[in-house]
């Protein structure tokens, strides 16, 4: 059974910083391009960062560019993200995510999220 799991959300002060941790198990993820999302109440979940198999490429949105951070240790399993000078606007629940293709089109896996808060 292949899972995603998310860690390190909480609730910061704006100007502050975060690491979030995605563990994977039941897939190696040498293959797959990891990325993460985020969704704030009442809005579309959208992306904020991807990193390819070797570390080669990453992509920002525009939002979180200079600020956030992606990269992976594949011998570990794991996806990271770093935030810093976070804002308000960064509220959201944050999930990672593993797709067999770049640039993602397929989300083949999910995680189930972690919180992230931002007060101003």
């Known amino acids: 059974q292949v899972q995603l799991v998310e860690s390190g959300g909480g609730l910061v002060q704006a100007g502050g910083s975060l690491r979030l941790s995605c563990a994977a198990s039941g897939i190696s993820i040498n293959y797959y391009t990891l990325g993460w999302f985020r969704q704030a109440p009442g809005k579309e979940r959208e992306f904020v960062a991807a990193?390819?198999?070797?570390?080669?490429?990453?992509n920002y949105a525009d939002s979180v560019k200079g600020r956030f951070t992606i990269s992976r240790a594949n011998n570990r399993n794991a996806v990271y993200l770093q935030m810093d000078s976070l804002k308000p606007e960064d509220t959201a629940v944050y999930y990672c995510?593993?797709?067999?293709?770049?640039?993602?089109?397929?989300?083949?896996?999910w995680g189930q999220g972690t919180q992230v808060t931002v007060s101003s």
């Open positions: 990193i390819t198999w070797s570390s080669a490429y990453t």
């Open positions: 995510t593993a797709d067999h293709s770049w640039p993602m089109k397929h989300n083949d896996y």
